[in-house]
C-alpha cells in the first residue's frame, strides 16, 4: 500500500488561503481599532462636556469662574475626575482647550496617528459634539455631525 502525501501544489494552496485570510483579518483590526479609538475620544469629551453643564447648572448658567486654560478648576469643584483634566494625548488624541469663559467652552482632540483615526474632535458649549472630515492635525474645520 502507497502512503499519500500533500503535494507542493496543494501546501501552496493553504499557505495562499492562509494570508488571505490574515490580511482580511488584519484590515478589520484597524478598522476595529479606529472605532475603539475614536468611541473613547467622544466618551471623554461627553464627560468634559458635562463637567461644565453640571457647574454650569450650579453656578447661576456660568462656564467658568473667568478665563481658563485647563480644567482644573471643575476638578476643584467636584465636577470632573482628576483623570480627565490632564489635557494633554490621551491616547491617540491630544486634548487641546479652544477656549473656556464664563459664557462657553471650546475642547478639542486632535488624532495623532492618522492610521487609528479618521476625524479630529470638538465639543463646544451646551454638548455640542462637532468632527472634521480628516484626522490631519491641521483640519480644523470643524463640522455638526
Do not use: W
Request: glycine fraction near 8%; hydrophobic fraction near 45%.
Amino acid at each position: 500500500m502507497k502512503k499519500r502525501a500533500f503535494t507542493l501544489v496543494e501546501i501552496m494552496i493553504v499557505v495562499a488561503i492562509v494570508a488571505l485570510l490574515t490580511s482580511v483579518a488584519i484590515v478589520e483590526g484597524v478598522q476595529l481599532k479606529k472605532q475603539a479609538n475614536e468611541a473613547n475620544c467622544l466618551g471623554n469629551l461627553k464627560a468634559i462636556a458635562s463637567g461644565f453643564e453640571i457647574y454650569s447648572a450650579g453656578n447661576a448658567g456660568v462656564y467658568a469662574p473667568g478665563d481658563q486654560v485647563n480644567l482644573q478648576f471643575l476638578v476643584d469643584s467636584g465636577y470632573l475626575f482628576h483623570d480627565l483634566v490632564k489635557i494633554a494625548q490621551t491616547g491617540n488624541f491630544c486634548y487641546t482647550v479652544g477656549s473656556i469663559t464664563p459664557v462657553g467652552y471650546d475642547i478639542r482632540a486632535m488624532a495623532v496617528n492618522s492610521t487609528l483615526a479618521n476625524h479630529n474632535y470638538q465639543i463646544i458649549t451646551g454638548g455640542a459634539m462637532r468632527r472634521s472630515d480628516t484626522a490631519s492635525p491641521l483640519d480644523t474645520d470643524f463640522k455638526a455631525y
